[in-house]
Structures are given as C-alpha cells and as structure tokens.
C-alpha cells in the first residue's frame, strides 16, 4: 500500500528557513518520481520540484529556483525539502506526491501523479 507522510510543516518569518520530510511506505522512492507541490489559499496546486526517477535530477518551479532543494535519502526512503529565503508567498499547504507509471520520469503537473500525502501547512508570516 503507498503511503506518503508529510511532515516539518509550521510558522516561520519572511527571511527564514524550514525543512519539509516526506516519508514513502509501499514503493520504492528511487524507482518514481518525487514531487512536491503547494496550494496557497485560494489557488491551485502547482509543482514545486521533481525529483526523476532516471538519474535523480531534480526540477525547480522558478518562483523556488536558489531557495528550495529537493533530496532524496534512499536508506530511509525519505525525502526532503529544504527551503531558505521563505517569502510571505511560499504560505501554502505542501504536498509531496508520485507517479507510479512506468512511463513518467519527472514531472510537475499534478494531474500526473497517482498518490499524494495529506500535506504539512507553511506559514511564512512576521
């Protein structure tokens, strides 16, 4: 059964840094692509990053790119967000989220992935 578990989710200032983990149950993290995604109040869900599923290269939306990286421990199969600069617009729910389709690598779009976590709340707030 997959499973996904966000977690590290809370209230920062604008300037300060948070580190979001994403623990996977019930599939390989190395052999998918892992994503995170954030809804803002009101919004959307919109990609975030990507982490591919063929050599690891990790993809950044470029409202994150500099501040945001994406890493993947595979020993624990966990992955990680970590985000510095945070901005009062990075307040969001965040989500990670996979693909288990063989034929997907890497993406952001979020009506590509078939299985999401519950999601962990950043407020980004003085």
């Known amino acids: 059964q997959v499973q996904l578990v966000e977690s590290g989710g809370g209230l920062v200032q604008p300037g300060g840094s948070l580190r979001l983990s994403c623990a996977a149950s019930?599939?390989?993290?190395?052999?998918?692509?892992i994503g995170w995604f954030r809804q803002a109040p009101g919004k959307g869900r919109e990609g975030v990053s990507c982490?591919?599923?063929?050599?690891?290269?990790?993809y950044y939306a470029d409202s994150v790119k500099g501040r945001f990286t994406a890493s993947r421990d595979n020993a624990k199969n966990t992955v990680y967000l970590q985000m510095n600069s945070l901005k009062p617009e990075d307040t969001a729910v965040y989500y990670c989220?996979?693909?288990?389709?063989?034929?997907?690598?890497?993406?952001?779009?979020?009506?590509?992935?078939?299985?999401w976590g519950k999601g962990t709340l950043v407020t980004v707030s003085s």
């Open positions: 989220a996979t693909s288990l389709d063989p034929s997907i690598i890497a993406t952001m779009s979020p009506r590509a992935m078939d299985y």
């Open positions: 019930g599939f390989t993290l190395d052999s998918h692509p």
């Open positions: 982490i591919s599923s063929s050599d690891g290269f990790t």
